[in-house]
């Protein structure tokens, strides 16, 4: 016991400053940030009517900020040399890992209580507005406590669902921590469907039980496969001068970061050369054709497109071991869901969501993930501005994707299309979908520019770790984007009534979108290159913190 509590100590000393009652709180700090969270919870939810349901439901919000909390905490701390630190430790695999819970346990229940604080605080403002319904002080202490219950029944699977990220940091199981990304907002969605078919207030208790006989053992066991598989294989990538130790140290050689979104060609810093070679690079055939350089910024983007290659002969054969199977998916999907009308407006919504969340989520997580593996200084020592360099890495990034769900959209519109030929559809049915789709396309290619372009603003968080607080919103809309694509462009789209025409508002949110969105995104990214060299120290900094 004395050893897990000294590592929970250890492991949770690092949000001292935002911990309360000790001698490091930053008060001003804590009372900023929860002021922005109040903020943003007015804006986002003020049509929110009865306060029990916000605070129950609200519990699906904050188990989704505990995850990424610990999630970012975990990535954080296998950086800068702390990994091989915390692995030397004189204890045990599981002894290690269950002192990190302990310690992120510890600062959870500090989370929630903050938590709670912005909804309560929601729920004065908004009621004092006119926003929400009139309650009693009897019913605040009530739902306030049911959150606090179900918060503190649903913290160890946060936890430990965050801390699983371990064990997909090295090799082909990075794409598992892709999934973790893609699959937390479900802890959120879940529990609002769960919220809308029982009334949490009759059967909370045995809700919190079903929560804790299920996930806390589920826990335990995610906290052994981390400790017995995950910690085994970062071990041996830290110890063998290859993977995580590269990150650090950039020298992992031309083997250093390999994986299914990696470059093969990636040299470390140390293997650059200083002196120009002895002969000349030979010229493309357009080259010399044309009679003139090709544009760098074009040479850069040919570059940056070799870290997406998962189909065609020079994709590898872990990549292609990943889309291939994942095409086949859409091509049954799109089969089976052309027999009915609403089955494919289902089908296409979900093409639409699995573009947003995974391109923004990939554009926040993985666009740049080989700055921290030693690449940061060879990829800034080429002799062009940074804007450039940071152009055309976006602008790769953008194409690609795009590229790829154009090719998902062909697969399983193939399939639809089979399906059509033996079950035909009603005439009406193909103006509506039409509709829907020319509509729908638009608003979420426009979002997951948008977003991708407010997430480099990134490299401000390493010139100072203040700038945390500045840029939350930006990590937030992610989040609320999900929700906001759905009601703002086709809440109730297409029916019999629109035919093809757009809800009555479409035009004024689009324009809004594109009028404060594009001119955002470009900020943002302007102050990204400005910033770009502090990807430099990221590998040697944790939130801005130098170790």
């Known amino acids: 016991m004395r050893r897990l509590t000294a590592l929970g100590n250890l492991e949770a000393s690092y949000f001292c400053p935002w911990m309360l009652g000790n001698a490091h709180t930053r008060y001003w700090q804590i009372a900023g940030f929860l002021t922005v969270l109040i ?43 702390q990994l091989e630190w915390w692995l030397t430790l004189p204890y045990p695999r599981f002894s290690l890992v269950a002192g990190k819970a302990v310690g992120l346990l510890y600062v959870g229940m500090q989370f929630i209580l903050y938590m709670l604080a912005v909804m309560i605080a929601h729920c004065l403002i908004a009621s004092g507005s006119g ?23 649903g913290l160890p699977c946060a936890v430990a669902f965050g801390i699983l990220s371990l064990a997909c940091q090295v090799g082909f199981s990075r794409i598992w921590l892709a999934l973790l990304f893609f699959a937390a907002p479900m802890m959120t969605t879940s529990w609002m469907f769960l919220s809308f078919i029982h009334d949490p207030y009759e059967i909370y208790a045995s809700m919190a039980l079903r929560i804790m006989l299920i996930g806390w053992p589920l826990s335990l066991f995610f906290l052994w ?34 994986g299914v979104f990696s470059r ?133 990034y953008f194409t690609s994707m795009f590229s790829y769900f154009c090719l998902a959209l062909l697969i399983a519109g193939t399939g639809v299309l089979l399906r059509i030929l033996h079950s035909p559809l009603p005439a009406e049915n193909w103006s509506l979908l039409g509709g829907h789709v020319f509509y729908s396309v638009v608003p979420t290619l426009l979002a997951v520019i948008v977003t991708v372009s407010l997430f480099q603003i990134m490299p401000l968080t390493y010139k100072d ?69 502090h990807f430099v120290n990221a590998s040697r900094t944790t939130w801005g913190k130098r170790l």
């Not at 929400?132 to 503190?152: E, K, R, T």
């Not at 598989?229 to 083997?255: E, I, M």
Request: hydrophobic share 45%; charged share 15%.
């Open 264 to 396: 093969k060609y990636a040299t470390s810093s140390s293997s650059l050369q200083t002196t120009p070679p002895t002969a000349p690079l030979p010229k493309s055939s357009g080259q010399k054709m044309a009679g003139k350089r090709r544009h760098p910024f074009w040479s850069l983007v040919s570059l940056e497109r070799t870290r997406y290659r998962c189909i065609g002969l020079r994709a590898s054969f872990r990549a292609k071991s990943v889309a291939y199977p994942i095409l086949l998916l859409l091509f049954i999907a799109g089969y089976w869901s052309g027999g009915a009308f609403e089955s494919i407006l289902l089908l296409w919504e979900m093409l639409l969501m699995a573009l947003y969340t995974s391109v923004s989520m990939y554009g926040l997580t993985g666009l740049h993930a080989d700055m921290h593996k030693g690449q940061a200084e060879w990829w800034l020592a080429f002799p062009h501005s940074r804007l450039t360099l940071l152009g055309s890495r976006l602008y790769a």
């Open 225 to 258: 496969l981390v400790a017995s598989v995950g910690l085994k294989r970062l071990g041996n990538a830290a110890y063998a001068g290859a993977g995580v130790s590269s990150w650090q140290t950039g020298t992992g050689g031309p083997r250093a970061g390999r």
């Open 465 to 533: 770790s203040r700038m945390h607080l500045v840029v939350l919103p930006v990590y937030l809309s992610y989040y609320f984007g999900i929700r906001y694509l759905r009601d703002w462009f086709y809440p109730d789209f297409p029916d019999e009534r629109t035919g093809l025409l757009p809800p009555h508002d479409y035009w004024s949110h689009l324009s809004l979108l594109t009028g404060i969105g594009l001119p955002l995104g470009a900020v943002c990214i302007f102050l990204g290159a400005k910033y770009l060299n």
């Open 131 to 153: 926003w929400m319904q009139p309650f009693a002080l009897q019913d605040l202490v009530q739902a306030a406590s049911l959150h606090l219950l179900y918060g503190f029944a």
């Open 39 to 81: 903020m943003g919870s007015l804006l986002l939810f003020h049509d929110s009517e009865q306060m029990g349901m916000f605070l129950i439901r609200g519990v699906g919000f904050t188990w989704l900020g505990l995850f990424y909390l610990v999630i970012v905490r975990v990535t954080f701390s296998i950086q800068g040399g």
